[in-house]
């Protein structure tokens, strides 16, 4: 005889009749227990025939099977045959089994519309792990690159997801809710990575660093406010947020739902883990694909070794640079025994936004390009000039331009932001510092996309920079772009290179007209016009809007070989107006754009010309290979843009001095 429940009620009728069917026994008890204090009926029935000794109940016999689970309370209108939890779903009422097991605790019964309406609490109940599902499959199986999401990578059998269900079925409820909450925390923060990842390669043609490109989310920002102004930006900065809390959230809440379900259905869970796990083994082994993808996955096990690697690498590179960037080849050259060759003459570096190698060779952008290019070529000419033109290839791609041209200037390979940060803390000689050594020349820089302190100028070597502030300009701003380029260039006009000087000048002039989005793009006017920049109001107010371009891949390579072809015009109008026959130009691109406009995994290369009155400053060059005019063609050569600074110090008489 089991122990009488104190809570059971000592009346006869509260025990159904014994040839009564087991569901008929729930209904029955439900109903004298509403009756006699609404307390939980018991489990068992006495045998058929017998009566039921006031408050106890005779073990069940081998003709009268032992009722089902306990009743819900008397108080709750369940309906009849819904299961054992009176109208529960079944995967609630299985949580509930799974949790009594744990607990020890009575399941809870259904309460308001699961119990009202049972099956639409199934379909909801079922919806809802079959989306948690494919989040966390989702979230195991995505590439980190746009152009790697096809079918069959979601088709795969993620080594992951089996090995986490092995141990999620055999811990308690406690540490077994904490573990897949830990689970699902990383998962969420992986998939963001990941989504980092896209979105840098898409730009940056690079992934994610999770050590250096946090710095880079402020320039992201002020990107956006530059391009949709601040309102928009503050939207964009708020969806972005909204969405990574989002999907932190739902993958723990998902991955804590998966991890309950396999508990409370332990049995069918552990062979269908062992199935699994022998067929990823054999697929494994066998090198099994579908649709061109291998079966057997483990991307997200080799995408955290991945990080992992690339932190300790980056870890190293920093240490190994700092030695690298203490050796320079004319650290130690007397200030008379450099650029010689160059003394007397006003030396131009200029540098293109965006202007790389796919403008020239793209079918789409090459025409305009390609076509200015040898137009400006005969003006050139027309006007007493000549040039030569080779290709570098840049430490960047679609953006952070300031590691180009700190590639350019210092000769050393700055492909991130702890090797940017590492040399302009320190002494390393720069190009244009190698003018300032000298004593022969003013330096001085046109940066019109600063907007702020720039303490990086002293390393470059700069007597004096000319910042968005300091250029005077009073018109609008073109998306990003602070002022157009030919206004910086009339600006460098009025305030240093056309006054009187005692020394020729070395300038290094940034040109962002080119930067993206390629909307709205000023025009060239007549030089006298230019003034204080108001004139642009009406050429940017009748420009195209940046959201009409930049999301179709056709208009904004339109648009961007259209702003190439407007910088290369107005830096070359400016030499053949205001150049002289000392005049010596040095111009280039900082990196390609991004990819949807140079094509994914494109290369770094970037087209540069020198252009000089004198013929003798181009004889210097004639080993380098480099063809004749403003257009370099397939057949010149490709150099590292690291390389560029000693081969022009060499070729223009400087000795070799190093530290």
Known sequence: MDQANPEQPETPEALPPADSTPAEKTDASAGAAAEAADLPAEKADPPAGEDAPTGAVDAPTEEDPPTEAADPPADQDAPVGEGAAGGESAADDETAAADEGATGEEPSAPRG???????????????????????????????????????GVFMRL???????????????????????????????????????????NEFLGRGFNVVLDWVLFDDARTYLEDSMGKSGAVGVVIAVVALVIALLTLMILSVVRLANLLARHSGRATRATLVAGTVWVACSALGVQFAGVQFASRSTAGGVQNRVDRVQATIKDEAEFAKEARKDTFAKTPPDQLLTD?????????????????????????????????????????????????????????????????TFLSGLWISNQARYRTVTAGEHLTLTGAFQRTGAWRTVGIMPGIQKSWPEGSFYGLDNVYDSR??????????????????????????????????????EIIL???????????????????????????????????????????????????????????????????????????????????????GRHANRDVPISIVAHDKSVLDKIDDWGWTEGLKPDDTAPVWRMDSFRDRFLTAYGSTPRPQ
Do not use: C
């Open 113 to 151: 519309w699961r119990a009202k309406y049972p099956v639409a609490a199934r379909t909801v109940s079922y919806t809802i792990t079959v989306l948690a599902a494919a989040l966390v499959l989702f979230g195991l199986l995505m590439p980190n690159e746009i152009d790697r999401f096809r079918p």
């Open 158 to 200: 993620p080594v992951e997801a089996i090995f986490g269900a092995a141990v999620l079925m055999v811990l308690p409820k406690k540490p077994r809710v904490a573990t897949a909450a830990l689970a699902g925390l990383a998962l969420g923060a992986l998939t963001i990575l990941n989504l980092l990842d896209i979105g840098f």
């Open 512 to 598: 962002t007209s080119s930067h993206q989005p390629w909307a709205p793009i000023p025009k060239t006017i007549p030089w006298d016009e230019v003034g204080d920049g108001s004139v642009y109001k009406d050429i940017q107010k009748n420009g195209k809007k940046a959201s009409d371009v930049f999301y179709d891949s056709t208009k904004v390579k339109e648009e961007y070989g259209k702003s190439i072809e407007y910088s290369v015009t107005s830096l070359i109008d400016y030499v053949v107006k205001y150049g002289s026959k000392d005049t010596v130009l040095v111009f280039l691109g900082d990196h390609q754009p991004i990819a949807s406009v140079s």
């Open 470 to 507: 300091e250029l005077g300009y009073k018109g609008p701003k073109f998306s990003w772009s602070t002022m157009p380029d030919q206004y910086a260039l009339s600006a460098y006009q009025r305030l240093e290179h056309g006054k009187k000087r005692d020394k020729p000048l070395m300038s």
């Open 342 to 406: 160059l003394r007397g003459k006003d030396v131009i570096f200029g540098f293109i936004e965006s202007y790389g190698r796919s403008a020239i060779e793209d079918p789409i952008m090459s025409p305009g390009v390609d076509a200015t290019l040898t137009d400006k070529t005969e003006e050139l000419s027309k006007a007493g000039y000549s040039a030569k033109s080779g290709w570098l290839t840049s430490a960047t791609y679609g953006g952070s331009s300031w590691l180009g041209h700190s």
